[in-house]
């Protein structure tokens, strides 16, 4: 089946530097790529769609410069957290869409990000 | 504001036994419903779904049943198995809103 490949699935960081994390579709074409973020005991909140070649929508009180968001490519997006604080910390999942509209998501297995 | 609902956080049944995960939502313009299972440091992988103007749909021992009326959906697994053991969410589109998930723990 479809496959999504998230990396690195954990990282520490210091804070003020910048983290980023990838996100890679292995065996079909991405053409619309999701960013969620997940806190302890709570859902996940999606946080932006990315649709390759273009720039992603981000969702309400979502920080677009502090969560850079890159779609170069059908295969590989990639969110970057810019100058990461402590309150950055959180489950980063991204999920891929191959076609059409409703189709069932296909997810990373997430990133566990620390920021000391 | 919560727009997808999942007012169980956890649900603890039998093996064997029927486990129903409920979920309720606000936004009349939610057309179709996804189930997704979740275990500890995985994404999440994809159920069942179902169309608004359908009220039923079987996979197997999944069964999701809407109520659009009462904006409701619930997710029935029968017989449920201890290998189900995992959280639950439910999600919405035309934007994918997930609700908060229920944890199922299915016991011998």
């Known amino acids: 089946g479809a496959v999504v490949s998230q990396h690195p699935s954990w990282v520490i960081c210091k804070s003020g530097t910048s983290v980023k994390i990838e996100c890679r579709s292995l065996?079909?074409?991405?053409?619309?790529m999701f960013w969620y973020r997940q806190f302890p005991k709570q859902s996940l909140m999606l946080m932006a769609t990315?649709?390759?070649?273009?720039?992603?929508?981000?969702e309400q009180g979502v920080e677009k410069d502090k969560f850079l968001i890159n779609h170069a490519s059908l295969t590989l997006s990639t969110l970057t957290v810019t100058s990461a604080h402590p309150e950055d910390s959180s489950f980063y999942i991204c999920?891929?869409?191959?076609?059409?509209?409703?189709?069932?998501?296909?997810f990373g297995n997430g990133t566990r990000l620390t920021v000391t | 504001d919560q727009q997808v609902k999942q007012n169980s956080p956890s649900l603890s049944v039998q093996e064997g036994r029927i486990s129903i995960l409920n979920c309720d939502y606000t936004?009349?313009?939610?057309?179709?419903f996804l189930w997704y299972k979740k275990y500890p440091a995985e994404g999440p992988t994809f159920l069942i779904s179902?169309?608004?103007?359908?009220d039923k749909n079987e996979d197997g021992r999944f069964t999701v049943f809407l109520n659009k009326s009462a904006k409701h959906l619930s997710l029935h697994i029968v017989p449920s198995q201890p290998g189900d053991s995992a959280v639950y969410f439910c999600?919405?589109?035309?934007?994918?809103?997930f609700g908060t998930g229920t944890r199922l723990q299915v016991f011998p």
């Open positions: 179902i169309s608004s103007i359908k």
């Open positions: 999600a919405a589109t035309p934007k994918l809103i």
């Open positions: 999920s891929a869409s191959d076609s059409s509209y409703n189709s069932p998501l296909h």
């Open positions: 065996d079909f074409q991405a053409t619309t």
């Open positions: 990315s649709n390759e070649g273009s720039k992603a929508t981000y």
């Open positions: 936004n009349s313009m939610f057309d179709y």
